[in-house]
């Protein structure tokens, strides 16, 4: 089991939950490349550089500053930050709960499972079945490292995790809208390749990192001597298709087109009106 990185407390009306908050992501699943020095292999040290004295400044020499405007400065303290930090309260002040579909998975940011903390359990308990029958999803503040945190509650199969969510103001908006017009055999073909397609359940496990998977086999190879080779490029073709060719090709359903330029669907209903034709002539 994973250890602990904080303790807090989960509040709401009158109940009062202890809780431990994990990392719900593993880190160190990352590959990291670092800078070395070529000419002996050893790691490299970030220094920081003033341009206007050409000179590496220590830390004991350096001070926070916000920039007003270009070139201009307001500086800070440490004790001045830590005045204007938030007060840490390791309390999860729930102020409502919604409904999880509400929430626009864009203000996601960070994801933290919890577990009950000693005397903590049968309201743990209460609370992540409570929810889970009303599938609800907390909603409220969480005060830490000097910062207060838009946080999010909901149960993660029968236990819950804590998302930290980006605030309204850090939101972009969009910069285009699907709110055009459309012919309706597309959207009709489009929607018949999205049930072509569609499962029930998300299924992380069917999904796997390639890129890493190779990265790792070929920093094996480099560890063991041996020379590694980047891997053929693979590209689609240049052919470009009209979006109701390449729906019907996507769907298996495409008609080769023939001389003449005429549509499929238009050629089918000729040879089949021809045939049909040819029958009757033949059975008067």
């Not at 930290?164 to 073909?189: C, M, T, W």
Request: with cysteine.
């Amino acid at each position: 089991m994973p250890r602990a990185i904080a303790s807090a407390t989960i509040s709401f009306g009158l109940v009062t939950i202890p809780v431990n908050v994990y990392p719900a992501t593993e880190a160190g699943a990352e590959i990291r490349f670092h800078w070395l020095h070529a000419k002996c292999g050893m790691r490299l040290k970030q220094q920081y550089y003033c341009p206007k004295d050409d000179e590496v400044v220590s830390r004991k020499d350096m001070i926070k500053g916000y920039e007003l405007g270009k070139g201009r400065f307001v500086t800070f303290t440490a004790e001045e930050l830590k005045a204007l930090e938030e007060q840490a309260t390791q309390t999860i002040e729930v102020s409502e709960f919604v409904p999880i579909d509400k929430v626009d998975p864009v203000y996601f940011d960070r994801a933290y499972h919890l577990g009950p903390a000693k005397n903590g359990q049968r309201a743990f308990a209460v609370l992540g079945k409570a929810m889970a029958q009303s599938v609800r999803a907390a909603l409220g503040s969480y005060a830490a490292r000097g910062k207060q945190y838009l946080v999010l509650l909901r149960p993660f199969g029968n236990a819950l995790v804590l998302h930290q969510l980006h605030y309204e103001e850090e939101i972009r908006s969009p910069v285009a809208s699907f709110d055009g017009k459309v012919k309706e055999g597309e959207l009709k073909l489009a929607r018949q390749l999205i049930d072509q397609i569609s499962t029930e359940r998300f299924k992380p496990e069917a999904y796997r990192d390639e890129v890493r998977e190779r990265v790792r086999a070929q920093i094996k190879r480099k560890a063991e001597g041996k020379e590694i080779a980047a891997p053929a490029a693979q590209r689609r073709e240049g052919k470009v298709l009209d979006l109701m060719e390449a729906l019907k090709a996507s769907l298996g359903t495409r008609e080769p087109r023939r001389g003449g330029g005429r549509k499929p669907a238009k050629r089918a209903a000729r040879s089949t009106s021809r045939r049909r034709g040819a029958r009757r002539s033949s059975a008067a």
